[in-house]
């Protein structure tokens, strides 16, 4: 689960909640066996990632909308060369948090 860690900045830093700590979360706050859950889970995240390539956007009341952007073409540095390179123009998706969700942070 995510959890917040004092670094030696003085900043706290935030850990990533894997998929797999969702499934558990599902499991023990809604009483679906493991099995149910990680089916759940797999269904949402696939159907999300269906509207998203057909290029709708997506909003879940009290978390927020995902929706796909267009990227310009750039310049980079390769970190290792140091070499300029060539990034092309492309696509992401962009997450806005809701107010409700935001409130609660």
């Known amino acids: 689960m995510t959890s917040k860690t004092p670094k030696a900045n003085g900043k706290a830093e935030t850990s990533k909640a894997l998929k797999a700590d969702l499934i558990e979360l599902i499991t023990a706050d809604h009483g679906l066996n493991k099995k149910a859950a990680s089916d759940a889970v797999e269904a ?6 269906k509207l998203l390539s057909s290029g709708r956007a997506i909003t879940l009341s ?3 909308t995902f929706k796909v952007v267009e990227t310009a073409a750039r310049t980079g540095v390769n970190p290792s060369s140091k070499e300029k390179i060539s990034i092309p123009a492309g696509k992401k998706v962009s997450f806005k948090i809701s107010a409700g969700l935001k409130s609660s942070l």
């Open 62 to 64: 009290n978390l927020g």
């Open 44 to 49: 949402v995240t696939s159907s999300l990632a």
